[in-house]
């Protein structure tokens, strides 16, 4: 085979013949400068066109960019002038809350640093913290506790702790129809009237119906638990069952059907006076936290509970008569506790002073209907310098973020705390007790705490007059952003079974929506003993005062916001002989109001200090006239 023609061998290898390609390297050379011209001319007429355009619409003059068919922004010269694309918001999952949708809060605020004097040396602060009996040095949580906005805080519909979530800032769920040709927008539809009654512990008189704080909670429960439950056959097997669970003094805690007020099975026995807010756990997993409110069960039985909502049995029961505790002789438990679900954590305060944390080790399987808990408890317990160990009996709730906490205290302490260490970031003693739950908001990079007080210990007088004060603080730093305070009456018989504090006894509504700028408080005994009450609303960054409604009645029922479908915001509050008020959250002008009544006994009073909720256009709430009241709103 001959060698291929014009090619050249060098060893075992060899290449083409080279050719001459100048005329190519001409042409490429001509193409490139006129391309490399054409985008130089491209880039400065746009930097015109852009500067052009800028220039017209800051003078409001001229030919401005328009949209065209295909929704795109076009300046005068004809080039698409690029805009950003705003991140849809995640869609809203049919177990939360439409009121809290979508979710604002960024949960990315840091911790401050407190003035000195509210940091925790500053105070003379004593901290201890345990392990069973073991106290612990440089305690880190191994599950971290983190809980975000109020939107994610559960998994299953409804309302599930007192005001609702971990900010405590809702007691309503959904929105409702409201027909602006009616006059009367509220409608007792039912009631139960068989609540009972148990003796004091201390005193000679007994406990009727439901106490404060007494809130209701409502579990929209997955069918396939709801099949496991121990309910009547009929409620067990209705779709779209919406459950209330109430709390009360006769020691037992009642079941019924949002829709009709008729039980969905038989009450569970405690033994022992609730008066407080229990909680449902945010997972869905049937598993209820309860508190117990006074000494008058088992011996020596007083503390909180966990049982299974399957067939009522008792998991865990915590002695509140811990003699770790500075105040060890009472151990009541009026508070509603917080679930956190990724750390499967328990947060519960006490009225001997105790912060009890429990890691919960659930296991449940909704397959086979298999439950079950293995608690391990982290307790916590503070005393600051000049204080009496017998003071620091906590009665608010603890509002959360991420895994700071904060409440107060009898002794009028407001305390921010690292849950995850357990572990002091600040305090304050506020100028009297609070037993109002504080409520929180995220906003402009800030996080928010409002809250107020009692008029209790400003006089050593049975009767008297004092100041209600009312705070908006910087949570993570301690600082006040604004105070007030409104004029209320106070009575101090503790002894004697009249004991009716006046002040702030209701916790406060942050608002939303149509309202967001407000603030409303409420403040009982505002013209006497017994008698009158005020709701307040505040500009939420001034403190400027925008409305007042005064009521005849005095109020320890706590008011809820509510927005019916065109976003208008209401309010709707319980008073002291029973009546149910509506009022416009916008101007604070009533709209309407009834008075809730027994079918047997119409004469009788129903006293109002447990705190509403409302639900798909439903208010429920107990009453001390032994009843639990169902409300249509429309």
């Not at 299974?308 to 509140?320: M, T, V």
């Not at 298999?370 to 709730?397: C, H, N, R, W």
């Not at 407000?518 to 005062?545: F, P, Q, R």
Request: hydrophobic content about 35%; proline content about 5%.
């Amino acid at each position: 085979m001959g060698k291929p023609e014009n090619v050249r061998y060098t060893n075992q290898f060899y290449r083409p013949r080279r050719v001459n390609n100048n005329g190519l390297y001409i042409l490429f050379l001509v193409t490139a400068v006129l391309v490399v011209t054409t985008i130089i001319l491209a880039v400065v007429t746009l930097t015109k066109s852009k500067k052009k355009l800028k220039n017209e619409t800051t003078a409001g003059s001229g030919q401005s960019a328009v949209t065209d068919v295909n929704g795109q922004t076009v300046d005068p010269s004809g080039i698409i002038v690029m805009t950003p694309t705003p991140t849809p918001a995640p869609s809203i999952e049919s177990y939360q809350n439409p009121l809290l949708y979508p979710a604002t809060a960024k949960m990315d605020v840091p911790i401050g640093t407190p003035e000195d004097k509210y940091s925790p040396s500053g105070r003379g602060t004593t901290q201890v913290v345990y392990n069973g009996a073991d106290t612990v040095s440089g305690y880190q949580r191994a599950d971290e506790i983190h809980l975000g906005d109020p939107l994610y805080y559960q998994q299953v519909g409804g309302i599930l702790t007192f005001r609702g979530t971990n900010f405590r800032n809702c007691a309503s769920w959904g929105t409702f129809s409201l027909d602006p040709s009616k006059e009367d927008h509220l409608t007792q539809v039912w009631e139960y009237d068989d609540i009972g009654a148990l003796k004091s512990s201390s005193w000679s008189w007994s406990w009727f119906g439901t106490g404060w704080t007494g809130q209701p909670l409502a579990v929209k429960w997955p069918y396939e638990t709801q099949q496991l439950m121990n309910m009547y056959p009929e409620k067990r097997n209705k779709q779209g069952l919406t459950e209330i669970i109430i709390a009360a003094m006769d020691g037992y805690v009642y079941f019924f059907d949002l829709e009709d007020g008729q039980k969905t099975r038989d009450p569970l026995k405690v033994g022992a006076t609730i008066k407080g807010t229990p909680a449902v756990d945010p997972r869905g997993y049937p598993l209820l936290y309860v508190g117990q409110g006074d000494d008058n069960g088992e011996k020596g039985q007083i503390g909180f509970r966990i049982f299974s909502l399957l067939n009522f049995e008792l998991l865990h029961f915590q002695n509140g008569l811990d003699s770790r505790a500075y105040r060890s002789t009472w151990g009541a438990c009026d508070s509603s506790p917080i679930i956190c679900a990724d750390a499967d954590t328990l947060i519960y305060p006490n009225e001997n002073g105790m912060i009890y944390t429990v890691k919960l080790n659930t296991q449940w399987n909704p397959g086979t209907g298999m439950l079950s808990i293995d608690p391990q408890t982290i307790a916590y317990k503070y005393i600051f310098e000049g204080v009496e160990g017998k003071q620091l009996g906590i009665e608010s709730s603890m509002a959360i973020y991420d895994h700071y906490g904060w409440c107060t205290d009898n002794a009028g302490n407001l305390i921010c705390i690292d849950l995850n260490t357990m572990s002091l970031i600040w305090s304050r003693r506020l100028e009297d007790d609070s037993d109002v739950t504080p409520v929180l908001e995220e906003e402009n990079g800030h996080v928010y705490l409002y809250t107020g007080t009692e008029v209790d210990w400003q006089r050593d007088e049975l009767e008297y007059q004092g100041a209600s004060y009312t705070y908006k603080f910087d949570a993570m730093t301690g600082d006040i952003v604004w105070q007030t305070s409104q004029s209320c009456y106070t009575s101090n018989g503790v002894n004697s079974g009249d004991d009716v504090n006046g002040g702030m006894l209701g916790t406060p509504v942050v608002g939303k929506g149509s309202i967001s700028n407000l603030v409303i408080y409420s403040y009982c005994m505002t013209k006497g003993k017994y008698s009158g009450n005020m709701l307040v609303a505040y500009d939420k960054n001034t403190g400027t005062e925008v409305w007042k409604y005064e009521m005849k009645m005095y109020s320890w029922s706590s008011p809820v916001d509510i927005y019916d479908e065109n976003g208008n915001a209401y309010i709707v509050i319980c008073d002291s002989i029973g009546q149910v008020h509506l009022v416009d959250a916008a101007t604070g002008n009533r709209l309407c109001y009834i008075r809730m009544t027994r079918s047997d006994n119409p004469d009788a009073q129903h006293n109002t200090e447990s705190s509403p909720i409302v639900v798909d256009g439903m208010m429920v709430v107990g009453t001390r006239g032994q009843s639990i009241i169902g409300v249509k709103i429309s």
